[in-house]
């Protein structure tokens, strides 16, 4: 069964750091893009990364560009998303998903930024 | 940044009618368009990619047509599992982007 798994997610306060990962399994994890998209409590979706296949490119939504990290370990079939000076507009559920066409999408993990 | 404006926000339907959900894109995606459904508490699921593909196990009564900046979604004889919320998304440029999205409510 193809599967993405999320874990990381908790309370940080403003300014903190938190690291999201997203175990893969079920298919060939390092033949795929994969993506970090989120969710405001009550809001829409919001795409906030990319990374190639490859860990050769990556790309970042504005709101995060310069504070959060996206990298991939495809030994272990994992990903990952750094995220560092948090800010209360992160507050959000956090999936990992694959591919360009987000055909596959995590459970999702609660980051929940708060002083 | 490609702003993608989904209508209408809401969408009343009784069981077995069919609904038309519209998503357009500020410029050309191409057929670079994706349909996702959510239900609450629920991580979302793909339903087209595309424009008009249907994902993997997605019913046949989930259809999708457009190009270019207009796209439509078509969902006939409404199920009570297809009671939802959807967005669309574009994948032609970056920053990838979704729409507001638009809920399927029961009427």
């Known amino acids: ?115 | 940044e490609i702003v993608m404006t989904q209508s209408p926000a809401t969408l009343s339907v009784s069981p077995g009618e069919s609904a038309t959900l519209s998503c357009r894109a500020s410029q050309s995606v191409s057929s670079n368009l994706a349909w996702h459904q959510q239900k609450p508490g629920q991580a979302p699921r793909l339903l087209i990619y595309g424009a008009s593909t249907r994902a993997t196990g997605i019913p046949a009564r989930f259809s999708g047509s457009g190009s270019g900046r207009e796209f439509t979604l078509t969902i006939s004889s409404l199920q009570s599992e297809d009671f939802a919320i959807y967005y669309c998304q574009q994948y032609n440029d970056w920053p990838r982007t979704f729409g507001q999205g638009t809920k399927v409510e029961i009427k």
């Open chain 1, 1 to 115: 069964e193809v599967q993405l798994v999320e874990s990381g997610g908790g309370l940080v306060q403003p300014g903190g750091s938190l690291r999201l990962s997203c175990a893969a399994s079920g298919f060939t994890f390092s033949s795929y893009d994969m993506n970090w998209v989120r969710q405001a409590p009550g809001k829409g979706l919001e795409w906030v990364s990319y990374i190639r296949s490859s860990s050769s490119t990556m790309y970042y939504a504005d709101s995060v560009k310069g504070r959060f990290t996206m990298s991939r370990d495809n030994a272990q079939n994992s990903l990952y998303l750094q995220m560092n000076s948090l800010r209360d507009e992160d507050t959000a559920v956090y999936y990992c998903a694959r591919n360009w066409g987000l055909d596959v999408w995590g459970q999702g993990t609660t980051v929940t930024v708060s002083s």
